[in-house]
């Protein structure tokens, strides 16, 4: 992953979130206007979800929308922070089905819509911490990963999860060139899968997910580092192997399995004691499992902490 250094804090950054939407309203219908006129597709827009309102309170600013949407990684649509914004528009989000498959009772292909109608949804305030040192605060609405497998039954033999992104070079420009091996991949122990922060996020500021943060359904593991929030997930398996997944595969040395965040641990080329907030000007500490260690420092009892990253 590269670093790149957040911009300085900008008048924007204290806009009004009211104005945000606003603009950003407009800027869909710019941009639903861009792909209609390149793909004839009829343009995708943005809708409001029903969800329940948050009930974890977090004493923090969320970050702005157009920081959320416009600064991404999603290296399917290119390497740049602004590529995602730029290209994304170019997939397909509907239809759009799930394969569940593997070690699980009852196996399937699963319909988005079909999900989004069966399981509540709910607005989650989380952090989210990249591995390259920035991080923000962002409202998500989807559901608990959980849910869902509690529905589809794992067997006793699955120990993990494994998630694929769609593979589709046609609609995906990135994957032309092999920076990382595609599909993109991440993977769970079953456990975590369970745990009841681990989302799988269908929306945003209230709003279905833009393609660039990952639509239609996206995982948000909130502390771990950002890139296990594996992104447009078309195949869930469980398995009795831990996964490959797509950063370990690249470069084992900097990137492991559990990608759990951990300020003690310098990731081989940088260090991880502190964080850009994006908006913010001066640096924050980085906090043991991003601040949610009180719910999750449970599932790796035993286990070397510095092991974990
Ligand atoms: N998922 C896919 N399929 N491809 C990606 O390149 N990047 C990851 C993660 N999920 C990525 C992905 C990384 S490195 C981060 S930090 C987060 O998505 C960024 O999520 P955001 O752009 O919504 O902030």
Redesign the pocket.
């Known amino acids: 992953?590269l670093i790149v250094n957040a911009p300085d804090l900008r008048d924007r950054d204290v806009t009004d979130h009211g104005l945000y939407l606003k603009r950003r309203q407009f800027m869909a219908g710019v941009a639903g206007l861009g792909l209609a006129a390149c793909s004839g597709s009829s343009p995708a827009s943005a809708t409001a979800l029903r969800f329940r309102p948050n009930r974890m309170p977090i004493d923090e600013a969320r970050t702005p929308l157009d920081d959320?949407t416009g600064y991404?990684?999603?290296?399917?649509f290119g390497t740049g922070k602004e590529d995602?914004a730029k290209y994304a528009g170019m997939m397909r989000t509907r239809p759009w089905t799930i394969v569940v498959d593997g070690l699980c009772d009852r196996p399937g292909r699963y319909a988005i819509d079909d999900l989004i109608k069966r399981f509540p949804l709910e607005e989650r305030i989380y952090r989210?911490r990249?591995?390259?040192a920035w991080s923000?605060v962002?409202p998500w609405v989807g559901f608990p990963l959980a849910s869902l497998i509690k529905a589809v039954g794992p067997r006793s033999g699955a120990k993990f999860v494994a998630f694929e992104?769609l593979r589709d070079p046609r609609q995906m420009p990135g994957q032309r060139s092999s920076v990382i091996q595609w599909p993109?991949r991440e993977g769970l122990r079953l456990d975590e899968a369970l745990h009841p922060l681990t989302l799988l996020a269908v929306g945003l500021y209230g709003q279905t997910l833009p393609n660039?943060?990952?639509a239609p359904i996206?995982l948000v593991v909130p502390w771990k580092?950002?890139?296990k929030?594996?992104?447009?997930i078309v195949r869930i398996r469980f398995t009795d192997r831990r996964p490959q997944t797509s950063w370990q595969m690249l470069a084992p040395r900097e990137y492991g399995f559990y990608g759990n965040v951990n300020p003690a641990v310098d990731h081989p080329r940088w260090s991880q004691a502190k964080e850009r907030r994006i908006g913010e000007f001066f640096r924050r500490k980085t906090l043991p499992f991003n601040g949610y260690g009180e719910q999750v420092a449970g599932l790796y009892r035993g286990l070397d902490p510095r092991q974990l990253y």
């Open positions: 992953m959320v991404n990684n999603f290296y399917e995602p989210m990249c591995v390259e923000m962002i992104t993109y660039q943060n990952g996206r580092y950002g890139f929030g594996i992104k447009s």
